[in-house]
């Protein structure tokens, strides 16, 4: 079967650092996405991560370790827009759809 | 614009009452699929089609139905079999290599 973790909750201050972590175990690896999802609205693409290392998008970044089954997406100069959930998502065995984690719910304060 | 459209975005069913939520993309995507989502929740998978006129159960397939005539559009009907419906319901297409996109929802309620 396919697991993934997420922390449920996190809370960070407008211009800071935070690092929203993601483990999964998987029978086979196909790729790991992040997605963006504000309150009442449609998921949104943040990133891809397939082979170890960090990807940089702005001021996003995801990292992927697929030895150790983890992987970190990386928000800088955090903004109150950034409030929202952080949805971890790995592909399935089959390669034919994703698996979603709970989703962490970011709140970012003045 | 090219997109995907859900609709209605609010919707109301009587309990033991059918009811079949839309789902339209031009995009030309091969690929479509539909989630559900509950508060605290992540998405989890319904069903999914890669081609027209084939389709493949998820994870949560009972007490939903699907068809895929059409390459533009996947609808998902919620039959009276389906216990718990009340629910955030997510539509999402993608192309071969790319990420799911996804249309803004169906929030379904039961009355």
């Known amino acids: 079967g396919q697991n993934i973790d997420q922390p449920t909750e996190m809370t960070a201050t407008e211009g800071a650092i935070v690092q929203i972590n993601c483990t999964y175990q998987?029978?086979?690896?196909?790729?790991l996405f992040w997605y963006q999802q504000h309150a009442g609205e449609a998921p949104t693409f943040l990133s891809y991560?397939?082979?170890?290392g960090l990807e940089e998008k702005g001021r996003f970044s995801s990292f992927l370790s697929r030895s150790k089954g983890y992987s970190y997406l990386l928000l800088k100069e955090l903004q109150m827009k950034d409030s929202a959930s952080y949805l971890c998502?790995?592909?399935?065995?089959?390669?034919?759809?994703?698996?979603f984690g709970k989703g962490t719910t970011l709140s970012v304060s003045s | 614009d090219g997109g995907i459209t859900q609709s209605p975005k609010y919707l109301f069913r009587k309990e033991g009452q059918n009811v079949t939520l839309s789902c339209e993309q031009n995009?030309?995507?091969?690929?479509m699929y539909w989630y559900r989502q509950d508060p605290g929740q992540g998405l989890r998978l319904i069903y999914y089609?890669?081609?027209?006129?084939?389709?493949q159960k998820g994870d949560i397939a009972e007490g939903y139905s699907v068809s895929r005539e059409k390459k533009e559009s996947f609808p998902l009907t919620v039959t009276s079999a389906q216990k718990n419906p009340t629910a955030f319901y997510l539509c999402?297409?993608?192309?071969?290599?790319?990420?799911?996109?996804f249309g803004d929802g169906t929030r379904l309620s039961i009355l």
């Open positions: 998987t029978s086979g690896f196909n790729g």
């Open positions: 089609s890669h081609i027209v006129n084939d389709f």
């Open positions: 995009l030309n995507h091969d690929a």
């Open positions: 998502a790995v592909v399935n065995q089959a390669g034919t759809a994703l698996i």
């Open positions: 999402a297409s993608r192309d071969k290599g790319q990420p799911q996109h």
């Open positions: 991560n397939v082979l170890d």
